[in-house]
Structure formats: structure tokens, C-alpha cells
């Protein structure tokens, strides 16, 4: 029997937007995985402050990515407490689910930070990376598109300006963003 293949695609979701979701799309599209799983950090590990509460970023993700039907939206982080460590989270992940076998999805963006993860060589043994290239960043072996370099601070600050980001966030992320008031006075 062949194990379930899950892709984890950890961020800090604040807002979601389009480089994530065309992430997705490519893993699920061109690499041989089952489902992803959308993992909010819950405190990130290099102090970055998260602008929207855990719960807004959570419903955020389930907007974002309600379009695809192998996309499951984990808490898995909120459950852990503490500062967020993909290696923790992968640890109690494969405890949790012996018959899967996990990838760990990344922008190559990410790349030229691993030295600073929690035991990075930990991380790719118990999930091997699917690197998706991302504009400004080298083309990763084995994927030969780039996803557009969307900055999430510059989101936010558009967001609190009132600018058209169309295309740039998914509408009915946009939607909850407006209806919740996330983002005013960040500009």
C-alpha cells in the first residue's frame, strides 16, 4: 500500500495571497503529492510579529484556498503553543499519521535562510522540500515556473490605504479583511 502523500506549506498567512495560492497550485498540479496541508505559524520563530490573530489568519487560509479540494487548513501549530519550529511540527505530524508520507513545500526565497531553521538537515529527513520558485530567487531544480514575489508588508500597508490590490489577494480574502477591519492603521 503506498502512503499518503501530503505536502506541509508552514507560513504566516498574514494576509494570504496569490504567490500562495498559485504555490499550491503547482504542487498539486506538477508534483506527486495527494493533498496539502496549510499551516499557520502560530509564534513565529524569527520574532516576526504576526499583524492578524491566529483565528483571522486561519479563516483567511480557508478563504484563500477553498478552491482546492486536496487542501486541508491545520491548526496543528495552535495544539503545539510556543514558538513555531517546523521540526517540532513535522515530529508530532509524523506521530500523528505513521501512513503518510510528508514533503515540506518552500519558495526558493526560502532557501538561503535554512541556516538559521531549527535543525534544518532534521527537517529534510522527515520532509524532503518541494522548492517552487519565486521571482528574484534562482529557479529551483525541477520547477520551471516562478511565482510572482508578492510582499505581504506591502500588502498590509495597501490594505490599511484603502489601495486596489485585485489580483494580488484572493476576493474573498479581501472580503473578510474589509468586514473584520484587519490591517487599519498598519500603513
Known sequence: MTARRVAIYGGSFDPPHLGHV???????????????????????????EHCAAFEQRMSMCQLAFSIFQAVEISDIEQRLGGTSRTLHTLRTLVSEHSDTAFRLLIGADVLPTTDRWHRWDDVVKLAPPLVVGRQGSALPEGCPISIPNINSTELRSGLANARDLTGLVPDSVIEHIRSQGLYQGQG
Not at 39 to 46: C, D, S
Request: glycine share 0%.
Open 22 to 48: 498559485l504555490s499550491v497550485a503547482w504542487t498539486l498540479s506538477a508534483t506527486e503529492v495527494d493533498t496539502v496541508w496549510v499551516v499557520p505559524t502560530w509564534k513565529h520563530a524569527f520574532d516576526k
